[in-house]
Each structure stands twice: as structure tokens, then as C-alpha cells.
């Protein structure tokens, strides 16, 4: 049997995600939902936020922190962080993650005093640097109410934010990164579909190479009838293949136990696990 590979156009994306999550074990009635938190001035301009997201798993994460360095040190990040906490509990939410704290930021150590647990480290990404994970288990109340008493250093008010708002605040946060880790090229596009010889869809990825010359595996999925005859491993090495074209020199994708198997067995390591009624797990490999 022949196969192609080709772009995914628009009208598949929409299956692809579906296909490739539809064996993660989701919340009855739960919807992804994001939240903006934000610290204005006088004249309402912001200068700290925080933006947080909530999957169909009930896990909470931080997209973004950020405060303006001016305002830095004066207990505005511990607020945001209160904040986002609070939202995910009244949520429902039994963890919150961040996974993508950089060295460079200086955030690490703040996290850490409020009761976040390190559970991975990736070096060289971006290059030069190193990204870690950190996550808290929200039902440790007690030790939840004594962080924060301990660290409730700050005076500052607290409002919701529109979707706007959000892209300011993740734009504010994008310059100070690029100080740091310059960005190389716009984000590039990569997404795949494969089809049998009958033009029937049987696979399909969302991916593409950021700025930091990453390929991110955002979804993978094979049918299961085909995955027997290697369509997965030709599908992710075609990927690979043209994201080193492009200039990646890492790859980076994350998923469930089956999922984790497949990647571990095309050289990806495992940089944390994510523990919980199912396991998620974290991987990245160096092209």
C-alpha cells in the first residue's frame, strides 16, 4: 500500500486535534478555559499579569507571568500567583503547572517558596539555557494558607482581564525573553496529513518550528489499523527531516503512557511526569 504525506489543510486541523486526544481521560462537562489577571496604574496602563490556562483535565498551567521590571520585587508576582491559585481551585482544578520557567527569569525560586515542587529540567533550550518544570498539588490546603501568609507581601489590586489584555501582557513577557534568547525566524507552519492509497485520511500532526529552532509536536496521531505497519514512525520522521531542514536542532512533544512509549522508542527522553489519574508525560529530543 502507498501513503502521502501532504499539508493539513484547515478543514482536517479540527479532526487531527480531536483524534489525537481522544484517549485522554477528561472531566464530565469540562471545557478548555483561559483566564487574564492584570495590574494597572492610575492611568490603567499594566504593568504585571499573569495569564492562566484550564484543560478538560482539570490541570491549571501558567501561560504566561510577567511584571515589569520597574515594579519587580515588590511582591506583584506573589499576588498574580495567589491569584491564578485561587481561580483554579474555585475551578476545581487538583494541580497547576508551570512548565516552561526559564533560567533567565529569575521566577524558579519564587515559585518554589510558594509550595511548587521541581520535577524537570531541560538543558540547552532555548540554547544556552535551561527550562524546568514546577507544579503544585492544590488540595495541600494547610500548606497552601502558610505559604501564603508567610509571603503575602503584596498591596496591590488584582483585576480580570479580556482576551486583549492577555496578548499584551504575553508580548511584554515575549520581549524580556528575546533579551535573553533572541528569536530566529516567525514560527513556521508544519502540519501533515497521511493518506492511503484510496485518499482516505489515516494520520495526521499538528507541528511547527518556533523562533528558538524547536520543533513542537503539538499532536501525533496514527489510526490503529496502520500504526502496525510503521505510517507513525514515517510520518514523525518525515517531520523531523524537515524541521532540521528548517534549522531545528530540538523537538519537543508531550502525552499520555502510549503516546510516551512511541516517542521514547524514536530517542525522545522524558524531561517530567505530570502525575494524576493519568499520567502525562513530557519529552523532548536533540535533533
Known amino acids: 500500500m502507498e501513503y502521502q504525506i501532504r499539508p493539513c489543510e484547515d478543514s482536517n486541523a479540527d479532526y487531527i486535534w480531536e483524534m489525537g486526544f481522544q484517549d485522554v481521560q477528561t472531566e464530565e462537562n469540562a471545557r478548555e478555559e483561559r483566564f487574564v489577571f492584570k495590574v494597572v496604574d492610575e492611568r490603567g496602563a499594566i504593568f504585571g499579569g499573569c495569564v492562566l490556562d484550564i484543560d478538560e483535565t482539570k490541570t491549571a498551567e501558567f501561560d504566561r507571568l510577567w511584571v515589569d521590571e520597574c515594579y519587580r520585587r515588590r511582591g506583584l508576582g506573589s499576588a498574580l500567583i495567589r491569584a491564578a491559585e485561587r481561580k483554579a481551585r474555585e ?3 487538583r494541580m497547576i503547572v508551570n ?3 526559564f533560567d533567565f527569569q529569575l521566577a524558579r525560586e519564587l515559585f518554589e517558596r510558594y509550595g511548587y515542587q521541581h520535577i524537570g529540567t531541560v538543558k540547552d533550550w532555548p540554547k544556552g539555557h535551561e527550562c524546568y518544570t514546577l507544579v503544585k498539588d492544590l488540595n495541600r490546603v494547610e500548606e497552601i494558607r502558610v505559604s501564603a501568609a508567610r509571603f503575602d507581601l503584596a498591596p496591590f489590586e488584582i483585576e480580570p482581564g479580556n482576551e486583549e489584555d492577555g496578548e499584551m501582557i504575553a508580548e511584554r513577557l515575549e520581549a524580556f525573553n528575546r533579551t535573553y534568547a533572541p528569536r530566529s525566524h516567525g514560527y513556521l507552519d508544519m502540519n501533515k496529513v497521511v493518506t492511503d492509497d484510496t485518499g ?22 496514527v489510526d490503529e489499523s496502520f500504526r502496525a505497519c510503521g505510517v507513525d514512525s514515517y510520518l514523525l520522521g518525515e517531520i523531523e527531516r524537515e524541521a532540521k531542514a528548517k534549522g531545528a536542532y530540538f523537538s519537543s512533544t508531550a502525552g499520555i503512557d502510549v503516546q510516551a512509549a512511541f516517542f521514547k522508542r524514536h530517542g525522545y527522553t522524558v524531561s517530567a511526569v505530570l502525575e494524576g489519574p493519568q499520567k502525562w508525560y513530557m519529552m523532548h529530543k536533540h535533533l
Open 200 to 221: 482516505r485520511l489515516i494520520a495526521g500532526c499538528i507541528v511547527g518550528v518556533s523562533g528558538w529552532d524547536t520543533l513542537h509536536i503539538d499532536v501525533f496521531w
Open 99 to 101: 512548565a516552561y520557567t
Open 91 to 93: 475551578m476545581g482544578c
